[in-house]
């Protein structure tokens, strides 16, 4: 039920952005880099699945989520919260919001 509710409240939040695309993509590489990685890895990943995104752009959303709550940062590293319904929640509605299904 947790899950639910931070997915549903976390898709309303990725539907009024300017770049939904973007911000799952970023959500999506966090995960796939294990939950936790530096601006460059980050980068990397979201341009394999989007195509050329600029890393001042990244910068940019990451930093927007930290400030909102949704993400964590420590040192050079952003992390996905690590409760295991906000992960989730986070993760799952960023790929149903993913046009391209990764």
């Known amino acids: 039920m947790a899950i639910e509710q931070v997915k549903s409240e976390f898709k309303d939040f990725l539907t009024s952005t ?3 695309e973007r911000y799952s993509a970023i959500l999506i590489s ?3 880099l294990g939950g ?3 601006l460059r890895d980050v980068t990397k990943v979201v341009n394999a699945l989007l ?3 600029p890393e001042p752009r990244v910068h940019e959303i990451l930093n927007r ?3 909102l709550g949704f993400l ?3 040192g050079q590293e952003y992390l996905l ?3 295991e319904p906000d992960r989730k929640g986070l ?3 960023s790929k149903e919001l993913s046009k391209g299904g990764y």
Do not use: Y
């Open 36 to 38: 936790r990685g530096e």
């Open 91 to 93: 993760v799952e509605a």
């Open 65 to 67: 989520l930290v400030n």
């Open 30 to 32: 966090l995960d796939r």
């Open 18 to 20: 300017q770049s939904p």
């Open 51 to 53: 195509g050329e995104v």
């Open 81 to 83: 919260p690590e409760d």
């Open 72 to 74: 964590r940062k420590e």
